[in-house]
C-alpha cells in the first residue's frame, strides 16, 4: 500500500514535470511566431500608459551626464561601442538603419522597426549606454552616451 503510494506520486511527479515542459516549449514557439506582434503591442502599451522615454522618443535613459554622440553609420557605432562586426550589422539593419554605399550624411531617408530598434538599444543599455532617436538626419540616425 504503501508502495503504490510511493509510485503514484512518483508517476504524478513525472507526468507533471513532461507536461510542463511541454506547456513551456509551445508557449514558447507562440511568442516566437508572434514576437514582433507582442513587442510591438509592449510598446504600444507603455506609451499609452505614460512610460514614454526621458530623453524624447526611442530612448533608453541610465541617468547618465556625458555627451552624446552621433552615430550617422554602422562603422561609427562599432568605433564607439565595439562588438562583433556580423552582430551589430545584424542589430543595425533588424532595427531598419540603411547601410550606406559611400562616407556622407545619413540624409538617406529609413523606416525605424520598433522591436529591431528595441533590441538594439537594449544590446545598448547591456553594454552601458544610452540611445536614443534623433529627427534631423543631417546629425545622424541615433545617439548613444555613456554614463559617467
Known amino acids: 500500500m504503501i508502495s503504490e503510494r510511493g509510485e503514484e506520486s512518483k508517476i504524478r511527479a513525472a507526468v507533471g514535470e513532461y507536461l510542463e515542459k511541454k506547456f513551456e516549449s509551445v508557449l514558447r514557439a507562440v511568442f516566437d511566431e508572434r514576437r514582433e506582434f507582442w513587442v510591438t503591442a509592449l510598446v504600444q502599451l507603455l506609451h499609452e500608459e505614460g512610460f514614454s522615454a526621458p530623453d524624447g522618443e526611442g530612448s533608453n535613459a541610465l ?41 556622407g550624411d545619413p540624409s538617406e531617408a529609413y523606416q525605424l ?23 534631423d538626419l543631417s546629425l545622424g540616425y541615433f545617439e548613444i552616451r555613456k554614463p559617467e
Open 63 to 103: 541617468s547618465g551626464t556625458g555627451d552624446w554622440i552621433q552615430i550617422a553609420s554602422l562603422s561609427q557605432l562599432r568605433k564607439e561601442v565595439g562588438g562583433r562586426f556580423q552582430n551589430l550589422r545584424n542589430r543595425w539593419l533588424e532595427a531598419g538603419f540603411p547601410l550606406k554605399a559611400h562616407r
Open 113 to 135: 522597426d520598433q522591436a529591431g530598434w528595441l533590441e538594439m538599444t537594449s544590446w545598448l543599455l547591456k553594454q552601458g549606454y544610452e540611445s536614443r532617436i534623433v529627427e
